[in-house]
């Protein structure tokens, strides 16, 4: 919570009220302005960066346009579109990968669900950390030892299962799995009540950066890239990244497997506001990373590449024209 107060409080400093935009022409020909309402935004865990730019966003909004924003802690990725598509929210954070589940029908949903994307946002970093006498020097050498997968219905353990399987293991019988959200996963880590965490977040995560600077002897990253061909044979979303050395004051980058997130609404979102949102969004870029650095990432040029998740038409319309400025 101190995080999202002290993004409105530096949001509105920056933004000094409500100012006058020149409107973006929608597809229907009507000019590119929601009509006054109120919207949430379901973001993630309060210690994540999902939570901070959520609450970032929200201020953003509702400074700008005539929408009245709220952001909410959630577990997030699966959660998020569960509750999105049952209208407890308007807009949701999301990993890639998730939100390709969701529009195919496959994974943690039984059936396609009726989303769409705002724009292809900032990237999320496996990060998995190890306790350095836990002897796990692979994500195969977890079996039979104790981890933390993530918040239940997270994208976090969407991957940490699928991280698990790529490697040979049964999540369910060669490892004892704990469904922990990040600052529980990371004092029980500092305990030694678990071996390892997973965790998928923008660089850098505070939790973490605090980890490596009091317990940077006891603790170290995780090279999870071997199983990146059998993450890919799951979805083509997967790429090989790395953390850089300087994120958490490491001797070295850390190569690991990046994730696409993703803004997402339901589809019958109307178009004036799915391009309001959009376009308050992506040219608010340097207020946001303010208040993450994340957000520096946000680039209309790029906010469009969304497959297989259907970009939204009314933000479509909004990135194409300010990636046109």
Same mark, same amino acid.
């Given at each position: ?18 100012? &006058? ?24 865990? %309060? ?14 909004? #509702? ?16 959660? *998020?579109?569960? /509750? ?15 939100? &390709?589940?969701?529009? *195919?029908?496959?994974?943690?949903? #039984? ?8 724009? !292809? ?7 998995? $950390?190890? !306790?350095?006498? #836990? ?54 880590? !500092? ?8 965790? #998928? ?5 505070? *939790? ?23 993450? /890919? ?5 997967? /790429? ?16 690991? $497997?990046?994730?696409? *997130? ?33 957000? %520096? ?11 297989? $998740? ?16």
């Amino acid at each position: 919570m101190f995080a999202v107060a002290a993004a409105s409080a530096l949001l509105m400093t920056a933004c000094g009220g409500q100012q &006058s935009r020149e409107p973006v022409a929608a597809g229907s020909g009507e000019a590119c302005v929601a009509p006054a309402q109120q919207l949430t935004i379901a973001t993630g865990n %309060s210690t994540g960066v999902y939570y901070v730019l959520g609450g970032a966003i929200s201020d953003v909004l #509702s400074t700008e346009t005539d929408l009245r924003v709220t952001a909410a802690e959630t577990g997030a990725s699966v959660q *998020n579109i569960e /509750q999105l598509v049952a209208g407890d929210y308007d807009i949701a954070f999301s990993l890639a990968d998730t939100a &390709s589940d969701a529009v *195919n029908g496959t994974g943690s949903f #039984s059936e396609p669900q009726p989303v769409k994307a705002l724009g !292809r946002i900032h990237s999320n970093y496996t990060q998995v $950390i190890v !306790r350095k006498d #836990s002897g796990i020097h692979t994500v195969a050498d977890m079996a039979g030892k104790t981890v933390s997968t993530g918040s239940p219905k997270s994208g976090t353990e969407v991957i940490a299962l699928r991280l698990l399987e790529a490697a040979g293991l049964d999540p369910d019988t060669d490892v004892t799995t704990q469904r922990l959200d990040l600052a529980t996963s990371v004092d029980e880590l !500092r305990n030694g009540t678990l071996d390892a965490i997973f965790w #998928s977040g923008g660089l850098p995560t505070p *939790n973490l950066t605090e980890l490596f600077t009091m317990d940077a002897g006891t603790v170290e990253f995780l090279d999870v890239t071997p199983e990146l061909a059998g993450m /890919q044979k799951i979805s083509p979303v997967y /790429q090989k990244g790395a953390i850089p050395a300087d994120t958490y004051g490491l001797d070295a980058d850390v190569p690991t $497997i990046i994730v696409p *997130n993703m803004l997402l609404v339901r589809g019958d979102m109307d178009d004036a506001t799915a391009c309001d949102i959009t376009d308050t969004i992506w040219s608010n870029v340097d207020k946001l990373a303010q208040v993450h650095a994340a957000a %520096s990432e946000f680039d209309a040029a790029t906010a469009t590449q969304t497959d297989p $998740i259907p970009l939204h038409p009314g933000a479509k319309e909004a990135l194409e024209a300010l990636a046109g400025k």
